[in-house]
């Protein structure tokens, strides 16, 4: 169906675009997401351990492992509520019936 197609294609788009946590704007590209992933890990190892970490904007800020695990479940949700919308969506274009109600979906 080319409506989900277009519908996915905004999904992937702001899932793997940016999200914010605490004003800060991380880029979350699928290397970006190891990336944070892997940050999140060695928190879960090293509490006391500090990173800098290059913002979407191309700055620098450093964070604790605590903020990293904050980062980490922050792009947890962003991730999931952009999938969570997609399945609303897909379940609104399998029950349209006419055109008219097909091009009123959008991301």
Request: aromatic share 10%.
């Amino acid at each position: 169906n080319e409506k989900w197609v277009e519908i996915k294609s905004s999904r992937s788009a702001e899932e793997f675009g940016t999200f914010v946590w605490n004003s800060f704007i991380f880029d979350c590209d699928e290397v970006s997401q190891r990336r944070i992933q892997g940050a999140v890990q060695l928190a879960a190892i090293d509490s006391s351990m500090t990173l800098e970490w290059t913002l979407a904007d191309n700055s620098t800020q450093l964070f604790t492992a605590a903020d990293y695990i904050q980062i980490g479940q922050s792009l947890a949700v962003h991730v999931s509520q952009c999938h969570e919308r997609g399945r609303m969506l897909r379940q609104q274009i399998n029950e349209s019936t006419t055109e008219a109600e097909l091009e009123a979906i959008v991301w």
